[in-house]
T-cell receptor, first 115, second 115 residues
């Protein structure tokens, strides 16, 4: 089973460039998330989706956009890259959400450097 | 602002000792609590969860929860060098968006088990 697949694994961008981080899951999970993790810091939620066609902002959405046209795919778009967006990005999914659910299935991460 | 606090460490323990990792949270509405392990350069993986006050044991791992004190801990008995990783505390809290509940992560505690 592939699980959650992220591409690319590494990328270097110049300031002002744009790019899309791809995320796909083959587990038929409704809920998908994008987190960023800066060195020595926890995971910060950027955007999330509760199903195809439904997305919402998380804690740190500025400078990013998402779409969810299918259950499987949840790409993250970076517009006008800035050095502050240098981070490791994790995509995650889960089948359900509720008061007693919290197991996220993570992709391997995408390490982005903006110079 | 929902907060989850952890000592960043590093916490160093000798092989065979008990490692004690602590976490406090600010939102009294939090329902469930999770411990994720993250090896360097890898994605987080769930190792324990707890919903009710008291202790929950799984092999060498014991999670402890005290909702009155808003305190969660993870004990690792007979620590092994392979336990060396960063441990992220995550708290499931009510969220105003469509996702209903969201995980808020602490910054993580880095554990080093010395052979």
């Amino acid at each position: 089973n592939a699980g959650v697949t992220q591409t690319p694994k590494f990328r270097i961008l110049k300031i002002g460039q744009s790019m899309t981080l791809q995320c796909a899951q083959d587990m038929n999970h409704n809920y998908m998330y994008w987190y960023r993790q800066d060195p020595g810091m926890g995971l910060k939620l950027i955007y999330y989706s509760v199903g195809a066609g439904i997305t919402d902002k998380g804690e740190v959405p500025n400078g990013y956009n998402v779409s969810r046209s299918t259950t499987e795919d949840f790409p993250l778009r970076l517009e006008l890259a800035a050095p502050s967006q240098t981070s490791v990005y994790f995509c995650a999914s889960t089948p359900t959400r509720g008061p007693n659910t919290g197991e996220l299935f993570f992709g391997e991460g995408s390490r982005l450097t903006v110079l | 602002q929902k907060e989850v606090e952890q000592n960043s460490g590093p916490l160093s323990v000798p092989e065979g000792a008990i490692a004690s990792l602590n976490c406090t949270y600010s939102d009294r509405g939090s329902q469930s609590f999770f411990w994720y392990r993250q090896y360097s350069g890898k994605s987080p993986e769930l190792i324990m969860f707890i919903y009710s006050n008291g202790d929950k044991e799984d092999g060498r791992f014991t999670a402890q929860l005290n909702k009155a004190s808003q305190y969660v801990s993870l004990l690792i008995r007979d620590s092994q060098p392979s336990d060396s990783a960063t441990y992220l505390c995550a708290v499931n809290t009510p969220y105003s968006g469509a996702g209903s509940y969201q995980l808020t992560f602490g910054k993580g505690t880095k554990l080093s088990v010395i052979p």
